[in-house]
């Protein structure tokens, strides 16, 4: 079975600080994807990799960056957190650019 | 640009029930349909995928149906159980090359099986 795992489940963290969300999946997928999920919107596309070192933005990049230095793990990053970045955040990857997609079980990330 | 709609938002129905829940999509152009199924505070679960070029796909209780045309298409969950209750989402997959990679979803259905 695929395995995609994300550090934590829960986060608490202040405006302004930096934040890191890892995820990794077990299954050499090449392609991998964030996205953000919440109440009345769904879940959105924030950014997608194809390949190591490599990044795409998808429908809401503003605010964060992402980093793929290993084919493994796809980092999101918040610059600089601010209170309507409070969501839950899911990963998710793919073997094939247009396959299955396979999720994480999600971060809550919760900013104050 | 791609719009997902599913209806109903939410359904409560008697445990053994056949159910069928909607999906449609505003563009026909895509290169397939996914379903998943959410549990409250967790992640997605796979479901079923279907290409563009397929009208269905079954797994065990579950049939899910396309109708590409029409933007369409139906998961239908036979003899339900309370083990069923979640959330249900539909996401398509554009073309390559037809606008932002990645999934677009509806919202989902909140499906409540009443044992």
């Known amino acids: 079975d695929v395995k995609v795992t994300q550090s934590s489940r829960y986060l608490v963290k202040r405006t302004g600080e930096k934040v890191f969300l890892e995820c990794v999946q077990d299954?050499?997928?090449?392609?991998m994807f964030w996205y953000r999920q919440d109440p009345g919107l769904g879940l959105r596309l924030i950014y997608f990799s194809y390949d190591v070192k490599m990044k795409e933005k998808g429908d809401i990049p503003e605010g964060y960056s992402v980093s793929r230095e290993k084919k493994e793990r796809f980092s999101l990053i918040l610059e600089s957190a601010s209170t309507n970045q409070t969501s839950m955040y899911l990963c998710?990857?793919?073997?094939?650019?247009?396959?299955?997609?396979?999720f994480g079980p999600g971060t809550r990330l919760t900013v104050t | 640009k791609q719009e997902v709609t599913q209806i109903p938002a939410a359904l409560s129905v008697p445990e053994g029930e056949n159910l069928v829940l909607n999906c449609s999509f505003t563009d026909s152009a895509i290169y397939n349909l996914q379903w998943f199924r959410q549990d409250p505070g967790k992640g997605l679960t796979s479901l079923l995928l279907?290409?563009?070029?397929?009208r269905e796909q079954t797994s065990g209780r579950l049939n899910a149906s396309l109708d590409k045309s029409s933007g369409r298409s139906t998961l239908y969950i036979a003899a339900s159980q309370p083990g069923d209750s979640a959330t249900y989402l539909c996401?398509?997959?554009?073309?390559?090359?037809?606008?932002?990679?990645?999934?677009?979803f509806g919202k989902g259905t909140h499906l409540i099986i009443q044992p």
């Open positions: 998710a990857s793919s073997f094939y650019r247009e396959g299955e997609q396979y």
């Open positions: 996401a398509v997959r554009p073309r390559p090359g037809g606008g932002a990679d990645g999934l677009t």
């Open positions: 299954m050499d997928h090449e392609n």
């Open positions: 279907i290409q563009s070029s397929q």
